[in-house]
């Protein structure tokens, strides 16, 4: 089968599994806002459901509009990155369906906490929103952001003992109570548990290996744009371990 045949097939195959597995969880997702007792440990779970769909859905995208141009292999780096952030994405809910209560909400508090604290390194990116819209308010833009961060994450910042500057980002820290978690240590936490070992195992061998889409390497072309018959994996089977995985996880829910 020449190689233009074989990158059609894939494409193909892998448009069809998708748009099923977006359908179904779009489905799933729509019954599940009905849903009155919802638990934060099963809206967690849920709302990684949530994003693998999202992502899945614009995979489909790119696979018919690769379908749409004969099969090029030139949008396998923007697909491989998004299963990536898809596999990403099941591995942290099923570690989560592992959870007890009380340890959802010390993961949700530190992954709010983690959030808080990056909103100080988008200040620049504030004002480049708002600098054309309200011109000569150049030196009042920080106070602004800073008050932005104070009105809704107050709960979750301390002052700086130093701060002596009470109108800028600087003034402030995140009094943070928990200890980030690496998706190492939660692909650990999937393998040492007898049911999700192998599952766990698939997934992050499929995390790895896209992980090469996003780290640069000249080596890497031979993966992002080769034709499907000479790189490393399958595509079909990976998107195949992800429906697997999600699976699990709305069992659990």
């Not at 089968?1 to 179904?24: F, P, S, V």
């Not at 099923?94 to 959802?104: A, G, M, Q």
């Not at 054309?132 to 009042?140: A, L």
């Not at 800073?146 to 109108?167: R, S, V």
Request: one cysteine or more.
């Amino acid at each position: 089968m020449a190689d233009k045949e074989r990158n059609m097939k894939t494409w193909k195959a892998m448009g069809k599994a998708i748009a099923q597995l977006c359908y179904d969880l779009r489905g799933t997702l729509l019954a599940y806002c009905k849903v009155e007792d919802k638990q934060k440990r099963d809206l967690l779970m849920m709302d990684f459901v949530r994003r693998i769909e999202c992502n899945m859905f614009a995979v489909l995208v790119l696979t018919r509009n690769a379908v749409n141009r004969g099969g090029t292999t030139y949008l396998k780096l923007p697909v491989g990155l998004l299963i990536r952030t898809c596999l990403s994405d099941c591995i942290m809910g099923l570690y989560v369906s592992l959870l007890s209560r009380d340890d959802v909400e010390q993961l949700s508090q530190t992954l709010t906490e983690e959030y808080v604290a990056s909103l100080f390194s988008r200040a620049e990116v504030y004002k480049d929103k708002v600098w054309d819209i309200i011109p000569g308010y150049e030196d009042q833009l920080d106070g602004w952001y800073t008050m932005q961060i104070e009105d809704h994450f107050i709960e979750y910042l301390k002052l700086k003992p130093d701060a002596t500057n009470f109108y800028e980002c600087s003034m402030w820290e995140v009094d943070k109570t928990g200890k980030h978690i690496t998706l190492q240590k939660m692909v650990e936490a999937l393998l040492n548990n007898g049911e999700l070992k192998k599952i766990g195992e698939r997934l992050y061998s499929y995390y790895k290996y896209f992980s090469q889409y996003e780290h640069f390497s000249e080596a890497s072309h031979g993966d992002t744009l080769v034709d499907f018959g000479l790189d490393n994996v399958s595509f079909e089977k990976a998107i195949e371990a992800l429906k697997n995985g999600i699976e699990i996880i709305l069992k659990k829910v």
